[in-house]
């Protein structure tokens, strides 16, 4: 057991003395490493401090920053939306107005139709290609114009609204887009260190591969408000077209309507002109056969009245036949009465040829009055078409301007 125990070394007083000062030297070592990393600590702390306040607030003010441009685009796009909704109401109210005036001219053409059909029911000479009939073709020539530009214009418009709606849509979707960056935007700007709502995420700190640039985000409200812009003018542009076209078209109309009118009108005076002065040639035509049938019935009065004369000379003269012998003589008397057979044969003669001259005539006059009274009868078929059927339908035409 003896052998087993062994002492412990032996130092000296110098190894002791020498061990107690390196160990007093490593502590202030250890110690004024210590008090180094402590002062470098402090001062990193203070300067992470510092620099996480520094970019927390510059943050703070890119958000302000940022808040600024969105509300200031959003203003923008608010503006020209208001804008562009305005002009869109406007432009449905043009669009209206030339429907309204383009099924109003369907009246007006039905009744220039209707005048032509009405017009083709004249008959003999009457059925004329008269002034009436060219003004009539021009109007419903001019209305069927009317309607074909008016149809166009009223496609312009459609078209035209399609477009702004478009325009409308996209600033729509810009600003509802613009609004959900600025509540997102704002959400962050309210955010604190002290806020519940933080906590970590994990892989956040990275740039999106689909975002655009400021440049590229700026150039988009711009575009899209450059396009509502131009569209909208379009639609001024295509507005004070539309009013132009209804008053040049409601003119155009108006000034066709009254030329027709007024065609109608001489058309129905001349007519009536025409039917006064066959009527008193009728009444004339009249007289004359009246005045005829007694020139017939005196002539063939004045021939009867020859019958009795002629009796009396031939039979005078055949009584005188019968005288005897020498008394058979080619005396004064027999001569006489030979000139009296032959004057009233010849004036009976004259007054047969009278006769027929006069009945000639007075067929010719019958047959002029029956012309007469057919012409008569055409001039008032054709005044109730001119005048009671067309006119009377052509007095409800009211070229309105819309």
Same mark, same amino acid.
């Given at each position: 057991?003896?052998?087993?125990?062994?002492?412990?070394?032996?130092?000296?007083?110098?190894?002791?003395?020498?061990?107690?000062?390196?160990?007093?030297?490593?502590?202030?070592?250890?110690?004024?490493?210590?008090?180094?990393?402590?002062?470098?600590?402090?001062?990193?702390?203070?300067?992470?401090?510092?620099?996480?306040?520094?970019?927390?607030?510059?943050?703070?003010?890119?958000?302000?920053? %940022? *808040? +600024?441009?969105?509300?200031?685009?959003?203003? #923008?796009? !608010?503006? @020209?939306? &208001?804008?562009?909704?305005?002009? =869109? /109401?406007?432009?449905?109210?043009?669009?209206?107005?030339?429907?309204?005036?383009?099924?109003?001219?369907?009246?007006?053409?039905?009744?220039?139709?209707?005048?032509?059909?009405?017009?083709?029911?004249?008959?003999?000479?009457?059925?004329?290609?008269?002034?009436?009939?060219?003004?009539?073709?021009?109007?419903?020539?001019?209305?069927?114009?009317?309607?074909?530009?008016?149809?166009?214009?009223?496609?312009?418009?459609?078209?035209?609204? %399609? *477009? +702004?709606?478009?325009?409308?849509?996209?600033? #729509?979707? !810009?600003? @509802?887009? &613009?609004?959900?960056?600025?509540? =997102? /935007?704002?959400?962050?700007?309210?955010?604190?260190?002290?806020?519940?709502?933080?906590?970590?995420?994990?892989?956040?700190?990275?740039?999106?591969?689909?975002?655009?640039?400021?440049?590229?985000?700026?150039?988009?409200?711009?575009?899209?408000?450059?396009?509502?812009?131009?569209?909208?003018?379009?639609?001024?542009?295509?507005?004070?077209?539309?009013?132009?076209?209804?008053?040049?078209?409601?003119?155009?109309?108006?000034?066709?309507?009254?030329?027709?009118?007024?065609?109608?009108?001489?058309?129905?005076?001349?007519? @009536?002109?025409?039917?006064?002065?066959?009527?008193?040639?009728?009444?004339?035509?009249?007289?004359?056969?009246?005045?005829?049938?007694?020139?017939?019935?005196?002539?063939?009065?004045?021939?009867?009245?020859?019958?009795?004369?002629?009796?009396?000379?031939?039979?005078?003269?055949?009584?005188?036949?019968?005288?005897?012998?020498?008394?058979?003589?080619?005396?004064?008397?027999?001569?006489?009465?030979?000139?009296?057979?032959?004057?009233?044969?010849?004036?009976?003669?004259?007054?047969?040829?009278?006769?027929?001259?006069?009945?000639?005539?007075?067929?010719?006059?019958?047959?002029?009055?029956?012309?007469?009274?057919?012409?008569?009868?055409?001039?008032?078929?054709?005044?109730?078409?001119?005048?009671?059927?067309?006119?009377?339908?052509?007095?409800?035409?009211?070229?309105?301007?819309?």
């Amino acid at each position: 057991m003896a052998r087993l125990i062994t002492a412990p070394t032996r130092f000296t007083h110098e190894d002791w003395t020498r061990s107690n000062l390196t160990k007093y030297a490593n502590a202030d070592v250890e110690r004024q490493q210590a008090e180094r990393l402590i002062n470098e600590s402090d001062r990193l702390k203070d300067e992470t401090a510092k620099r996480t306040e520094k970019t927390q607030a510059d943050v703070n003010k890119k958000l302000e920053q %940022r *808040l +600024n441009d969105i509300r200031y685009w959003k203003k #923008e796009l !608010d503006d @020209k939306l &208001k804008g562009l909704s305005e002009e =869109i /109401d406007n432009l449905l109210a043009f669009k209206q107005r030339v429907d309204k005036a383009l099924q109003a001219t369907e009246e007006p053409l039905h009744i220039a139709r209707m005048c032509l059909a009405n017009r083709e029911k004249r008959v003999g000479i009457d059925l004329v290609h008269d002034d009436v009939q060219k003004e009539l073709l021009k109007e419903v020539e001019t209305i069927e114009g009317v309607q074909a530009l008016l149809k166009r214009t009223l496609e312009q418009a459609t078209e035209q609204i %399609r *477009l +702004n709606r478009k325009a409308k849509f996209q600033l #729509e979707k !810009d600003l @509802k887009d &613009k609004f959900g960056a600025q509540n =997102i /935007d704002e959400y962050c700007e309210n955010l604190r260190n002290n806020s519940q709502q933080i906590h970590f995420n994990d892989g956040v700190a990275v740039i999106e591969p689909n975002s655009v640039s400021p440049e590229q985000w700026q150039d988009f409200s711009n575009d899209n408000i450059n396009y509502a812009e131009r569209e909208r003018m379009n639609s001024v542009d295509l507005r004070s077209s539309i009013d132009g076209l209804l008053q040049q078209t409601s003119n155009d109309m108006r000034k066709q309507v009254g030329d027709t009118n007024e065609a109608f009108a001489h058309r129905i005076w001349e007519c @009536k002109d025409t039917k006064g002065k066959l009527e008193d040639n009728l009444n004339k035509i009249i007289s004359q056969i009246k005045e005829q049938e007694e020139n017939i019935a005196t002539l063939e009065m004045a021939i009867q009245s020859k019958e009795a004369p002629m009796k009396v000379a031939q039979t005078r003269l055949e009584t005188r036949q019968h005288r005897p012998n020498v008394e058979l003589c080619r005396d004064a008397v027999q001569y006489r009465l030979l000139e009296e057979v032959g004057e009233i044969s010849d004036s009976v003669a004259q007054l047969q040829a009278r006769l027929r001259d006069a009945n000639s005539s007075l067929k010719g006059l019958v047959r002029n009055q029956l012309e007469l009274e057919e012409e008569i009868a055409v001039k008032a078929n054709t005044l109730f078409i001119d005048e009671v059927e067309c006119m009377g339908m052509r007095k409800s035409i009211d070229i309105q301007s819309f």
